[in-house]
């Protein structure tokens, strides 16, 4: 039987990816944290996996696996999250990039957290790219047709859960059109996480989510990502 799982893994072997010789290779970095009661802990993960797939294709780039823990110490007060610490982050991020010996890397992030993403990019020299950042989101957003912004839609919303009905509806629990908690300002969530302006650790609206949304979404951002492999000077030349 087929196992899903392994669709958001690259499978190819030593050999084939010495003939494929990609211009950059893509990291997803998820996270393994609450998403309320209809989405799975991997949420970020499948997300991230899902989208590096799509850009490795159209681009014909290096698809790496996944960093499946990163730092989700807002969501702590939910059983199921687990997080590294943003030293720790940065430290497997920039261990990654030496290994590839020069091919520049594009850190893939599903999930808003990973602060010390930006500041490892900007301290690679050039080396790195971070994809989707936060204008792309809400430019894909407009493009896929959804309703609300990143602000109100921060967390277990329409965008994710548009995305796995889109490409993993198996794993979207029932109930999710009913899941909706629109949160107010959350000024203090650095200092005291998200569990006081949620009850059930969504922030957003999944009621209004959709599997075409979520398709539209991964083709509008795979659509903006050509710019980042110029700064890398990473384009691929051939037609």
């Known amino acids: 039987m087929d196992d899903p799982t392994l669709s958001l893994l690259p499978l190819t072997t030593t050999a084939e990816e010495g003939e494929h010789g990609a211009p950059a290779a893509l990291l997803p970095v998820g996270s393994l944290e609450q998403h309320g009661p209809h989405l799975p802990l991997v949420t970020d993960t499948v997300i991230a996996c899902v989208l590096a797939r799509e850009l490795a294709r159209a681009h014909r780039l290096r698809l790496l696996p996944p960093v499946t823990v990163s730092c989700s110490h807002e969501h ?35 999930h808003g957290g990973n602060h010390v993403l930006a500041n490892t990019v900007q301290a690679s020299g050039g080396a790195m790219a971070l994809f989707p950042q936060g204008h792309e989101w809400e430019a894909a957003r407009r493009e896929a047709g959804m309703a609300t912004d990143n602000d109100t839609d921060m967390h277990a919303g329409e965008l994710e859960t548009s995305v796995l009905l889109h490409t993993r509806p198996d794993l979207v629990r029932p109930g999710w059109d009913g899941a909706d908690h629109v949160s107010g300002p959350r000024d203090h969530m650095p200092t005291r996480g998200l569990a006081p302006y949620t009850p059930n650790g969504v922030v957003g609206r999944p009621s209004l989510a959709a599997a075409d949304k979520g398709r539209r979404l991964l083709e509008a951002l795979t659509a903006a990502f050509t710019g980042h492999l110029t700064a890398l000077g990473a384009a691929d030349p051939r037609p």
């Open 76 to 110: 702590a007060a939910w059983p199921g999250t687990v997080s590294i610490s943003a030293p720790t982050l940065h430290a497997v991020v920039t261990d990654i990039a030496a290994s590839l010996r020069g091919t520049p890397l594009v850190l893939v992030n599903g």
